[in-house]
């Protein structure tokens, strides 16, 4: 998707005339162009959908109304409203008309604009974080105003270095994407990458965040996520401290921020918030949770195809009794409990709340209640799978989610066909991929290859705070150090 | 000398695709741990039986002396094999030696691949479908090589990391054996010794690669240690199995059974499974498919500095020749032959290392003397 972008211009044919542009306005019914009579006589014109009428009626006409004004900068020295602009470039009026501004000219033909800014603000509030709900810590999430986004953000990190830049993305949308980092930690290659990413984008639209992770990511065939994806603002500033970059874009109530690794979209924001042994544990269930999901089911289909002989005496007597009543092969009993949870899960994602939890009744205690009773599954099974899918939930990030839903069908068909040695190697692809894989130019499968010892402290287990005095060196950040460790952990002797 | 450098640009690599010294540990390590390390026991128990414990640390010194040599022929060039070559034979009977090495590493390559189909043949599948399952596998192996250096180095750390634990099962037959065994027993002449540690270590193979990814490491002198280290944790693996393996059988077994190691995870137990071999066949795959994508990648980058192709051609060509050759040799008495033969130039490729080191240094007396 990001390619060179083509000189194709679609705005070309309206440089240079404003009212080719308003001819195209003409034709919505909520495009106001009127003459003002009176005192002075001028051209008002504006979207009423998005810009605020009562600008117009408190500060912009009893103004106008009141004296006689012979040109717009008269007029902008008495209208009541910061960051007036006199603009002649027909590119810009466009621009500035269509995000809510009212134009204001002397008369129909002239090419000069004064633009006042009334954008209505309507949109949701900051609500609490639903896809990444923590018990403790700030409950904000994003909402799908960039301004608002950048809002949360910057009253986390009060530091003159936090700089934004905009990039205008998409043919048709022309969407306003954001790129954050602080100036002084980000290594600026990175923000380069991402601003030229960003830059090369030739598409028409982009409606969410999750356009510009497909498109701008450095492998869009792998199935895993290359960009961060999250909506809690804290842990967007906690990346942006890291060094990281943040992309926000307006539409979304999501941020990216990249580089990251694999071990980052294991960690949750609990695991900053708890003390550093019950965050380590924590994660590390998640992990195994993560192991056991993928490859529970992949390996009952080995064992119970290829190697029986490894099942010990007491537990074979158990799943042979599971067992006993099945018509099918392991790998068929396999794939359709498997199908049947996707398709339970899928059903849950669309359904609104309230029938979602009938689905689950229905779902997970009738249809699996009966299935077993039917014969049709070993409940041996019908707890792996059922365990799997719960343990699938546990990750901290709803996108890797989706990919572990995804990758435990190749382990499937290999441990149907070599059984543990073909899950094996299925293994041993996916380590290569993500070996391979990078983010925003950097490794991917940090720290565990290029093994990088120190940020080993943030991976798999968390460090006290003392102990984290070196940012990650995987966003390879200008300035690395947090903090001096010799002044903090200095050693003291008994009583003093 | 700038001459040299010159006409072959293409020694040069690119500073993104280096890796750090460190990895030296990994890539040497995982290249000498390969299927060998499976069913070494029996013969170098062949030779001075539960002495051989001893022979392994000869052989383990003498790799490092080569490990030091190669180091410092290589020093002096700053290139690969080829540029050695090239610059002690000239080109065209460098050219020529350079490309034996690079069939030879085509050689080990297939040996390792046809070893461990016929592992997984014999402890796993007995009816395994040959043709259909070492097609996927050199797919798979074709795209890692794909992926070049680094990604491979990568599967040699992960490939170090994850077998490490494996040795912790060693505990088992341990403490079903007799440890008195190891009692020393000298009943075995220096000779015996010697010739049980020239089979050891064929077990070591795997230093000479160096000849080839030498330019691949960033400041290759700092990588001396840890290429060291790396030789040195190689003897210590070989040494706990073998210890466990004198541990366990009797010095008659010993010389019955073929795959020591895989017969030892037979007895690991625990209460959700049993028959560990399954899973330590399996997990050895993690062992065997670095091993085989370094050779297949080093095999493959001579041909690219010798003749000037695409190196993935060249890996193109040699899975085809994989392929070819793992579905023929089809019996255990052929399999047997070419591990005899391969070992045997294993062995040669081995000696002329200190040939080559001599030749070398004499060239640089020369040239000293000359200026």
Known sequence: ?496 | MNKITRSQPDANVPENLLVTPLFALFLINAMQVGVGILGFESYIAKDAGYDSWLSILIAGAGIHLLLWMIYQILHDTNGDIVSVHREVFGKYLGGFLSFIFSIYLFLLSLVVFRTFIEVIQVWIFPRLQLWFFTAVTLLLIFYLVHGGFRLITGLCVISVLLTLPLLLLKFFPIQAGVVTNLYPHIDHSILELLKAAKTSVLGFLGIELLFVFYPFIKNPNNSKKWAHYGVFLTICIYMVSALASFIYFSEKQLEQVTWATISLWKIVEFPFIERFEYIGVAIWLYVVIPNICLALWAASRIPKRIFKVKQIYAVACYCVLLYIGSILLNERRELEFLNTFANWIGFYILMYIPVLFLLKKLRGIRRKADE
């Open chain 1, 1 to 496: 998707m990001v390619r060179e972008r083509r000189s194709r211009n679609q705005s070309n044919s309206n440089q240079g005339n404003v009212h080719s542009f308003y001819k195209a306005l003409k034709e919505s019914n909520d495009f106001e162009i009127y003459t003002l009579t009176g005192k002075t006589s001028c051209v008002i014109s504006y979207l009423s959908t998005i810009s605020e009428i009562k600008t117009l009626n408190e500060s912009i006409l009893p103004t106008l109304k009141g004296k006689e004004f012979q040109s717009l900068e008269e007029i902008k020295a008495n209208i009541p409203v910061e960051n007036i602009r006199i603009s002649e470039k027909a590119e810009d009026i466009k621009d500035r008309v269509l995000n809510g501004h009212i134009a204001i000219q002397m008369s129909q033909k002239d090419k000069q604009a004064l633009l006042i800014p009334a954008f209505s603000t309507k949109g949701r509030k900051v609500g609490i974080p639903e896809v990444e709900f923590s018990v403790v810590g700030p409950k904000e999430a994003f909402v799908e105003s960039l301004e608002v986004n950048v809002n949360l953000i910057r009253k986390r990190l009060h530091t003159p270095n936090l700089i934004m830049k905009e990039v205008k993305v998409g043919t048709v949308t022309s969407t306003r994407v954001a790129v954050l980092y602080i100036d002084g930690i980000a290594n600026p290659k990175n923000v380069q990458t991402v601003i030229q990413r960003l830059k090369d984008i030739d598409y028409d639209q982009i409606i969410d965040s999750s356009f510009v992770t497909q498109m701008i990511a450095d492998n869009s065939n792998s199935p895993f996520p290359q960009l961060l994806d999250t909506e809690r603002p804290d842990r967007v500033t906690e990346a942006l401290v890291e060094g990281k970059v943040s992309v926000l874009v307006d539409g979304s109530p999501h941020a990216l921020t990249c580089p990251t690794t694999i071990v980052e979209f294991f960690a949750a924001s609990d695991d900053y918030f708890l003390p550093w042994h019950l965050a380590t544990v924590f994660r590390l269930i998640r992990l195994f949770a993560v192991i056991f999901s993928v490859l529970s089911t992949p390996l009952y289909v080995a064992i119970l195809t290829h190697h029986h002989e490894m099942i010990p005496e007491e537990l074979l007597a158990t799943i042979i009794s599971s067992r006993a009543d099945i018509p099918f092969p392991p790998i068929l009993e396999v794939i359709i409990l498997e199908l049947a949870i996707e398709l339970l899960r899928e059903a849950g994602a669309r359904l609104p709340a309230k029938i979602g939890q009938t689905i689950g009744i229905v779902g997970g205690i009738v249809i699996g209640t009966a299935a077993v009773d039917a014969g049709l599954t070993s409940n041996v099974l019908l707890i792996i799978v059922a365990l799997s899918a719960l343990a699938s939930f546990t990750t901290p990030v709803y996108q890797i989610g989706n990919t572990i839903r995804l990758i435990r069908f190749p382990f499937i068909i290999g441990a149907q066909m070599w059984g543990l040695v073909g899950v094996s190697m299925v293994m041993v692809f996916y380590i290569g991929h993500l070996i391979k894989l990078t983010s925003i130019g950097n490794p991917f499968f940090a720290p565990l290859y290029p093994l990088r010892f120190t940020d080993l402290k943030d991976a798999f287990i968390r460090l006290p705070f003392d102990k984290q005095s070196k940012r990650p060196v995987q966003t390879r950040p200008v300035e690395s150090t947090r903090f001096d460790p010799r002044e903090t952990n200095k050693k003291r002797d008994i009583d003093e």
